[in-house]
């Protein structure tokens, strides 16, 4: 199976066509204290709604491959972090202007969505830097990149 990132459906007249021919069943990935982030399953693939641009959609394989970044505690700067069909990382914030390649091309197959058992999450802060980490199953384990307050390095490591 050819695995491509959708970047945009044509028009929301897409995505309503597709539920109201029964081709599409949408729900909700997200709690909606985490910006009521919306996947939408066809016969054949997952597309999850990026929830600052009602028209961006991303091909993922699992609806529970976003994780919900809250930097400053407060929602008053969200961002979501998602691994797409690909293997590719992607994100979205406010004013973003849709889903953007997190830069380094790191191959993903996973994303904490919440704090998992050992009370790890996606995301954190060291210090004034920004950090997430996704998990590859190849080399089992996760890698992480940083933002020191320029943009993501796009510089992967192991963590």
């Known amino acids: 199976m050819m695995r491509t990132v959708m970047r945009a459906l044509a028009t929301a007249g897409v995505a309503m066509a597709l539920m109201a021919t029964g ?3 949408a729900s909700p990935a997200g709690s909606a204290s985490e910006g009521g982030v919306v996947a939408i399953q066809t016969e054949s693939a997952l597309y999850m709604e990026n929830p600052w641009s009602p028209y961006d959609w991303l091909l993922v394989d699992y609806a529970d491959d976003y994780a ?3 930097w400053n505690a407060n929602g008053s ?3 979501v972090f998602a691994v797409a069909s690909n293997r590719t990382v992607w994100h979205a914030w406010p004013g973003g202007g849709g889903w953007k390649l997190v830069p380094g091309n790191k191959g993903a197959d996973d994303i904490i969505n919440g704090t998992d058992s050992q009370g790890r999450r996606a995301w954190w802060w060291s210090g004034t830097t920004r950090n997430i980490s996704v ?3 190849n080399g089992g384990e996760f890698w992480c990149t940083s933002d020191p307050g320029s943009g993501w390095t796009g510089v992967w490591r192991d963590c």
Do not use: S, T, Y
């Open 135 to 137: 998990w590859a199953a």
């Open 68 to 70: 919900w970044a809250d």
């Open 23 to 25: 081709q599409a069943n």
């Open 77 to 79: 700067r969200p961002e």
